[in-house]
């Protein structure tokens, strides 16, 4: 892990942005001492910070920055560092021509008014979950050995599919937050049983690329005692202020 | 509307019992000045108070109160004056031989392990509908006539069905927060996309005594733009903590 750029943000958070290998990402820290003027809530805990992996779509981080700041601002006033990564295929990775072609016969599907064939989503979704995860790993081996950043881990947003095998997979993350917004393969529903930290699953009920019932199905298929589902009406990116609050609340709850 | 009580309870809130005619109710008001070592969150406005009527299952109030009373607390902390009515057929006022024949019928078809009839549903929710929605809105005629209690009105818990009429009828109520943990009758779910206020609508995910899709329908049916469901892990009475505070927040955002 590799530091490439620093700069302080006007909170008082430091933003640094790193490659690991070949990936690039980006790590947020709060201040370790409060800011002038600004009154954290709750005041940060001394001492290592615990870590909120950001996940997020695959659009690029450049592109997604704006929202990935805010993200990690909000988290760092929590007393959380936070941090992403790129996922394969986005931003100034090498692009992934099977992908493509997936997401090209997943649009032609949609716009035919036909459904979205198991192949399709596997083809989609699978490959990103496969390289993802182990990625993300490794990004947590490399952010847990910095002094200033602690246990325990939190996952929050993005491709749930990823978000799901990780929380499957990775016993050092102790609660994930959720988005129900995108196709899951038949084979990650399967893991979700396998899931038993704690979940906020957020959920737009209207969303137009997401099946409802699958949806509710795979929160049902979750074997966490403790979980929840969160179903605000509107869009895709219609997301409420306040459904991201309670997601917040829900974090400092099991990390703090 | 008659006060036969009154108490101040340790955290300053005023508790007061009354008759609204036969029916006996009971009033909390947040105190109106901060209690020295309480530190309200947020500060209580000055001048008139919100009031929250809060709904409860036909228990009886004498059984119900120990719950109430909480809700109470949490709400005149937040600024919220709050009341509720005994249900007709609960507590001291007359049995109601059709709606007990129809709670038998029900337990009846439940050991059996049969499906339960539109007409049980309905024999043992429409009549409770139909004389408890009139009462709450007296209820609410003599309570905002007080000068310490101001607009505007929220509607909280208890049988769904009241609240559904309620919010569907009242136009004084402006936001509710529902659980649906209860049989639904087909009139009333109709009624349901009549409601037009923002809802907060809890769901148990196994509620025993709950139709998990009949409550999804709901929840789509309503008419209301601004609408979220919070789906928890576990039985009837197993709303977590964390769900309250969430039920409470969405009252202070819409009625303060």
Chains 1, 2 share one sequence.
Not at 33 to 57: E, F, K, N, Q, R
Not at 98 to 106: F, H
Not at 111 to 130: C, F, M, N, Q, T
Not at 213 to 218: M, P
């Amino acid at each position: 892990m590799r530091f490439t750029s620093e700069q302080r943000l006007d909170d008082g958070v430091l933003e640094r942005e790193f490659t690991l290998g070949e990936i690039p990402g980006i790590l947020w820290t709060p201040p370790a001492a409060p800011v002038p003027g600004m009154a954290p809530d709750p005041a940060p805990a001394p001492g290592p910070a615990p870590l909120i992996l950001l996940g997020h779509p695959p659009l690029g981080l450049r592109k997604m920055y704006p929202r990935l700041v805010d993200r990690a601002r909000r988290s760092a006033a929590d007393g959380f560092a936070s941090a992403t990564i790129e996922l394969p295929g986005s931003g100034d990775r090498p692009r992934q021509p099977a992908a493509e072609q997936a997401r090209a016969d997943l649009r032609r599907a949609i716009e035919a008014g036909e459904p979205v064939s198991d192949e399709i989503v596997d083809a989609l979704v699978l490959p990103l979950v496969d390289q993802a995860v182990p990625e993300w790993q490794s990004a947590l081996d490399a952010l847990l050995a910095l002094p200033e950043i602690g246990g325990p881990v939190g996952y929050s947003g993005g491709v749930i599919s990823v978000g799901v095998r990780l929380a499957a997979v990775e016993h050092r993350v102790a609660a994930a937050v959720l988005f129900a917004g995108s196709f899951v393969p038949r084979a990650v529903f399967e893991e979700a049983r396998r899931v038993t930290v704690p979940l906020h699953v957020l959920l737009q009920w209207d969303d137009e690329g997401n099946d409802r019932q699958a949806a509710l199905d795979l929160f049902d298929a979750f074997g966490s005692e403790e979980k929840s589902l969160h179903a605000h009406l509107g869009g895709h990116t219609g997301v409420p202020q306040s459904a991201g609050d309670a997601a917040a609340r829900f974090l400092t709850r099991h990390l703090r």
